[in-house]
Nanobody, 120 residues
């Protein structure tokens, strides 16, 4: 079992910055992907950014150049630095860990979500 604990959400003005953190604990496999998803009311949950165990990253087009994902493998922690925030970024942000036991055995774990609100 894996537990994900998120922090760093809050209210920020447009153009401001916020950093989210997510610490994972439990049975975490060496091969895993950690990422951030977000969901606004009426919308589907969407990938914001992901990062593999070896540091490979990917981003949603809407956040490229503004957000940076990073991780500290020693702490099993993933971060999302969000700059130049826009009202459209307002959503509940969820931390995700995809535990990759093998190529054919993956399991997803989710944090409780943290609210990010960007005011105009």
């Amino acid at each position: 079992q894996v537990q994900l604990v998120e922090s760093g959400g809050g209210l920020v003005q447009a153009g401001g910055s916020l950093r989210l953190s997510c610490a994972a604990s439990g049975s975490i496999f060496t091969n895993n992907v950690m990422g951030w998803y977000r969901q606004a009311p009426g919308n589907q949950r969407e990938l914001v950014a992901g990062i593999t165990s070896d540091g490979t990253t990917n981003y949603a087009d809407s956040v490229k150049g503004r957000f940076t994902i990073s991780r500290d493998n020693a702490k099993n922690t993933v971060y999302l630095q969000m700059n130049s925030l826009k009202p459209e970024d307002t959503a509940v942000y969820y931390c995700n860990l995809n535990n990759r036991r093998s190529l054919w055995s993956h399991k997803d774990y989710w944090g409780q979500g943290t609210q990010v609100t960007v005011s105009s």
